[in-house]
């Protein structure tokens, strides 16, 4: 089976996080790019993870051939990490727009592929952890035609089926569901997969010298109608916490406790 | 001509209510339909809900749609996603309005995606730009962000709101009286290609629906110590919950997990307990109405968002709450 896996280069979201806390994130001229150079770039989490289910797949003996793909202003370096992480296939579909409209990066990554030879299974991270939308999936699945699975924590191939099949642990807010669905499908993958595996020194070295295959949307022939945007990013801003805090009296842990379990049961909150 | 309609998008849960954050959509949904001049309706999937005449007609809605098919009885995301494109190509509205609970992700982006409309997710504003066309805010790097997306280019748009993105306000000047719409629909040809194997089955009282949440993060030191966070919540007759650093570390399992990536809560009480504030955390807290937080750092960012604030070891202090609150 051919297995797609889709990638995204994002701002470490742990830098930004920090940044953030210290008052100190830093929005660019053209107001919604964040600008600290020493923030590292690195593929999305949720995406590594989504790389590590195809690996996973082909561990257990799943007979594949994983290809990995992105979009993006410079993706060289993490379809490189991908390679080094066991992808077979690495392709970019270079992208100007740091902050590109998600329905022309799906619209790009469907028509990939499609003219690429077709995916029987399409991996994704849950979301990307810059914009957090996570539409790119579901856009995917309406433009080829393919159901979507969302936050699995565990994919595998469902045993005796007449039909290439998936069953698919999937992570909802009343706990683990199973589903099964034949493939091709759309599948994103969510945190609960657990640790993605470092590629080896040697494997890092073989990568260094795999060159992706440079996809463009002229060679796509897709028309212009569908590389529109529909949604675009104008403006990034820090929003500001309305902060009223009051700060509970007391010298000892017991005189705090005992002052804040009383404005608690004061304000009706506990009993 | 009329301009196109707004509508709020929701379909029943288990309790027989509209779901959660039904009515914070139709409380922004109004506020567009009143900029723009257009009605607004609120869409039911599947089985009406007894409240949602009433609710809709308390937040100012023109109309009630109601699309009652067998194949919508239960949540089934091919089955909607057709039932709501065939919505869209018949009633054109301008935007179509989602609360986002983790099941809108099998469905707003996919309709989108069906019917060439744009999407946001993760929505905390939808307002008339200066332009006069709309505008999307969408929450970014877990909260850490918002971004401004300008909504051109496309027929019609796709919103999902954040649970915490604002208060419900009903229609001032008192209730309106929605006309009920059957919409036809035919959902024959369609058969749900995910197969549900096994069903999710809730152990125990859900975070998501807690009144009362007490969280425990990196401050707790160790494994060892979340019990206090447990007996907490147990003295006050909450539910425990965890950040995700320590759930990450395997000290509590990830179904605790509160934040961008795990339960979006909304409970009266948040106590959070040795958690610094990353705003993946707060993305999941929020929307509780009080927020108490404890924690060794005064400048920890976790009391900007907090009513109520404790500087001190957790350690220390959680015992001395428990004995309080069970006094």
């Given at each position: 089976?051919?297995?797609?896996?889709?990638?995204?280069?994002?701002?470490?979201?742990?830098?930004?996080?920090?940044?953030?806390?210290?008052?100190?994130?830093?929005?660019?001229?053209?107001?919604?790019?964040?600008?600290?150079?020493?923030i590292?770039?690195?593929?999305?989490?949720?995406?590594?993870?989504?790389?590590?289910?195809?690996?996973?797949?082909?561990?257990?003996?799943?007979?594949?051939?994983?290809?990995?793909?992105?979009?993006?202003?410079?993706?060289?370096?993490?379809?490189?990490?991908?390679?080094?992480?066991?992808?077979?296939?690495?392709?970019?579909?270079?992208?100007?727009?740091?902050?590109?409209?998600?329905?022309?990066?799906?619209?790009?990554?469907?028509?990939y592929?499609?003219?690429?030879?077709d995916?029987?299974?399409?991996?994704?991270?849950?979301?990307?952890?810059?914009?957090?939308?996570?539409?790119?999936?579901?856009?995917?699945?309406?433009?080829?035609?393919?159901?979507?699975?969302?936050?699995?924590?565990?994919?595998?191939?469902?045993?005796?089926?007449?039909?290439?099949?998936?069953?698919?642990?999937?992570?909802?807010?009343?706990?683990?569901?199973?589903?099964?669905?034949?493939?091709?499908?759309?599948?994103?993958?969510?945190?609960?997969?657990?640790?993605?595996?470092?590629?080896?020194?040697?494997?890092?070295?073989a990568?260094r010298?795999?060159?992706?295959e440079?996809?463009?949307?002229?060679?796509?022939?897709?028309?212009?109608?569908?590389?529109?945007?529909?949604?675009?990013a104008?403006?990034?801003?820090?929003?500001?916490?309305?902060?009223?805090?009051?700060?509970?009296?007391?010298?000892?842990?017991?005189?705090?406790?005992?002052?804040?379990?009383?404005?608690?049961?004061?304000?009706?909150?506990?009993? | 001509?009329?301009?196109?309609?707004i509508?709020v998008?929701?379909?029943?849960?288990?309790?027989?209510?509209?779901?959660?954050?039904?009515?914070?959509?139709l409380?922004?949904?109004?506020?567009?339909?009143?900029?723009t001049?257009?009605?607004?309706?609120?869409?039911?999937?599947?089985?009406?809900?007894?409240?949602a005449?009433?609710?809709?007609?308390?937040?100012?809605?023109?109309?009630?749609?109601?699309?009652?098919?067998?194949?919508?009885?239960?949540?089934?995301?091919?089955?909607?996603?057709?039932?709501?494109?065939?919505?869209?190509?018949?009633?054109?509205?301008?935007?179509?309005?989602?609360?986002?609970?983790?099941?809108?992700?099998?469905?707003?982006?996919?309709?989108?995606?069906?019917?060439?409309?744009?999407?946001?997710?993760n929505?905390?504003?939808?307002?008339?730009?200066?332009?006069?066309g709309?505008?999307?805010?969408?929450?970014?790097?877990?909260?850490?962000?918002?971004?401004?997306?300008?909504?051109?280019?496309?027929?019609?748009?796709?919103v999902?709101?954040s649970?915490?993105?604002l208060?419900?306000?009903?229609?001032?000047?008192?209730?309106?009286?929605?006309?009920?719409?059957?919409?036809?629909?035919?959902?024959?040809?369609?058969?749900?290609?995910?197969?549900?194997?096994?069903?999710?089955?809730?152990?125990?009282?859900?975070?998501?629906?807690?009144?009362?949440?007490?969280?425990?993060?990196?401050?707790?030191?160790?494994?060892?110590?979340?019990?206090?966070?447990?007996?907490?919540?147990?003295?006050?007759?909450?539910?425990?919950?965890?950040?995700?650093?320590?759930?990450?570390?395997?000290?509590?399992?990830?179904?605790?997990?509160?934040?961008?990536?795990?339960?979006?809560?909304?409970?009266?009480?948040?106590?959070?307990?040795?958690?610094?504030?990353?705003?993946?955390?707060?993305?999941?807290?929020?929307?509780a109405?009080?927020?108490?937080?404890?924690?060794?750092?005064?400048?920890?960012?976790?009391?900007?968002?907090?009513?109520?604030?404790l500087v001190?070891?957790?350690?220390?202090?959680?015992?001395?709450?428990?004995r309080?609150?069970?006094?």
């Amino acid at each position: 089976m051919r297995i797609v896996v889709c990638v995204k280069e994002v701002l470490d979201p742990d830098a930004v996080n920090n940044y953030a806390l210290a008052g100190r994130l830093e929005i660019g001229e053209d107001g919604k790019s964040l600008t600290q150079t020493t923030i590292p770039r690195l593929m999305n989490g949720f995406d590594e993870q989504a790389l590590e289910a195809a690996l996973r797949l082909r561990d257990a003996g799943v007979e594949c051939r994983i290809g990995a793909v992105s979009v993006g202003p410079d993706t060289a370096t993490i379809l490189k990490h991908a390679a080094a992480l066991g992808a077979d296939e690495i392709a970019a579909l270079p992208m100007d727009d740091p902050t590109p409209d998600y329905h022309v990066a799906a619209a790009l990554l469907a028509a990939y592929i499609r003219s690429s030879g077709d995916a029987d299974l399409v991996l994704c991270g849950r979301q990307a952890s810059d914009d957090d939308q996570g539409v790119v999936p579901a856009l995917i699945c309406e433009a080829l035609g393919m159901p979507l699975v969302t936050n699995a924590r565990a994919i595998e191939l469902a045993p005796a089926a007449d039909e290439p099949t998936l069953r698919i642990t999937r992570v909802t807010p009343d706990g683990d569901e199973v589903v099964e669905v034949s493939c091709p499908a759309v599948v994103t993958v969510s945190n609960e997969l657990g640790e993605p595996r470092y590629p080896t020194a040697a494997k890092k070295i073989a990568a260094r010298r795999m060159k992706p295959e440079i996809i463009t949307p002229e060679g796509l022939s897709l028309p212009a109608e569908t590389l529109r945007p529909r949604v675009v990013a104008q403006r990034q801003f820090v929003p500001t916490v309305a902060g009223d805090c009051e700060f509970v009296p007391g010298e000892s842990p017991a005189e705090l406790a005992e002052a804040l379990v009383a404005r608690l049961r004061q304000d009706s909150l506990i009993q | 001509m009329d301009a196109k309609p707004i509508v709020v998008c929701t379909w029943n849960e288990s309790q027989g209510g509209l779901t959660v954050g039904a009515e914070e959509a139709l409380t922004l949904g109004r506020g567009v339909a009143g900029a723009t001049g257009a009605k607004l309706r609120l869409l039911v999937l599947g089985p009406l809900p007894e409240a949602a005449m009433e609710t809709a007609g308390r937040f100012g809605a023109d109309a009630v749609d109601w699309i009652e098919d067998a194949a919508l009885e239960a949540f089934s995301p091919d089955a909607y996603v057709e039932a709501l494109a065939g919505y869209c190509q018949q009633e054109s509205p301008a935007l179509v309005l989602f609360n986002q609970a983790a099941d809108t992700r099998l469905v707003a982006p996919r309709l989108a995606g069906r019917v060439g409309a744009g999407v946001v997710m993760n929505g905390v504003d939808v307002s008339v730009g200066e332009g006069g066309g709309l505008q999307a805010t969408a929450s970014a790097y877990g909260g850490d962000t918002q971004m401004v997306y300008e909504l051109s280019g496309a027929p019609s748009y796709v919103v999902a709101l954040s649970a915490n993105a604002l208060l419900p306000e009903p229609a001032e000047g008192g209730p309106t009286e929605p006309e009920c719409r059957v919409i036809s629909s035919d959902l024959s040809g369609v058969q749900e290609r995910v197969r549900v194997i096994e069903q999710a089955r809730a152990e125990g009282p859900r975070l998501e629906d807690a009144d009362i949440i007490v969280s425990g993060g990196r401050g707790l030191g160790g494994p060892e110590n979340y019990k206090l966070i447990e007996q907490l919540a147990e003295a006050l007759g909450g539910l425990a919950g965890a950040s995700r650093p320590i759930v990450d570390e395997g000290w509590v399992d990830s179904s605790q997990q509160v934040g961008l990536t795990g339960k979006i809560t909304r409970p009266a009480l948040y106590l959070a307990a040795g958690i610094s504030g990353a705003s993946q955390h707060m993305a999941g807290c929020s929307a509780a109405k009080t927020i108490v937080a404890i924690n060794s750092d005064p400048d920890a960012a976790i009391f900007r968002y907090a009513r109520y604030g404790l500087v001190g070891d957790c350690l220390e202090i959680l015992p001395e709450l428990i004995r309080a609150a069970r006094q």
